[in-house]
Every structure is written in C-alpha cells, then in structure tokens.
C-alpha cells in the first residue's frame, strides 16, 4: 500500500499481536523511546521459521536491564510462537558511538515499523 507516495508497510497479525505484547511488557518496567520492527517480518519476505527483529531505543541501558529484554524477548516470543530478536541502544550510543552510522541502524529506520 502507498500513502503520500510512500509505501505503507503493515505486520501480519502474529507479530503485530507479538510486537505490541513485548513492547507492553517494556513499558512495565522501563521507558521506551522508540520501538521497530524492522527485517524481514516487516518486509512482508519472513518464512514461518524467520525471527521477528526487534528495535529498541532507550534514554538509559545497563547489563541488568538488558538481560531483562532478554528474558522478556524470550517469554513474549514463547507467549506468540515468535523468536524475537533484539537490537537494543540508548540515544547516547547512537548520538556519539559507532552505531548511529551503522548500517544496521540505517535499515532500522528505512524499513521498521514503529509499534
């Protein structure tokens, strides 16, 4: 679908339902600054054994918090038959570290879906 010349990108039900459910329990415990799907379940070109790729900007990130992503990746992915894969960064790291000119990160923002 096309919207303003752009191309409007949707998630399949599954992981819509698994993507919102993840970033629900997130917000229990943390502020989130920015969420994507991004790859190839938000390029419409997953197979039913493709992990859902998640992106997720945070103002602050420690070991402890990151293990608990983690943990919350694993069990949301469980909940919806789902393997979720993160890719978590603060703004610091993408202001003033080597990911913000990452091409990962590039791809993140040209193809995610924001949740």
């Known amino acids: 679908m096309t919207q303003g010349g752009k191309t409007v990108r949707k998630l399949q039900p599954a992981d819509q339902a698994a993507a919102l459910g993840f ?18 379940r938000a390029r419409g070109e997953a197979q039913e054994d493709s992990d859902l790729d998640i992106f997720i900007k945070l103002a602050n990130l420690d070991r ?3 293990e608990h992503i983690y943990d919350l990746a ?24 080597a990911v913000g000119a990452s091409p990962l990160l590039a791809k993140v923002f040209e193809e995610g879906i924001v949740v």
């Open 23 to 40: 970033r629900a329990r997130l917000e229990d415990v943390m502020p989130i600054l920015d969420l994507r799907v991004f790859g190839s």
């Open 64 to 66: 402890g918090l990151r």
């Open 74 to 97: 694993w069990e949301v992915g469980f909940e919806h038959d789902r393997i979720i894969s993160t890719f978590v960064v603060t703004e610091q790291q993408i202001q003033e570290g």
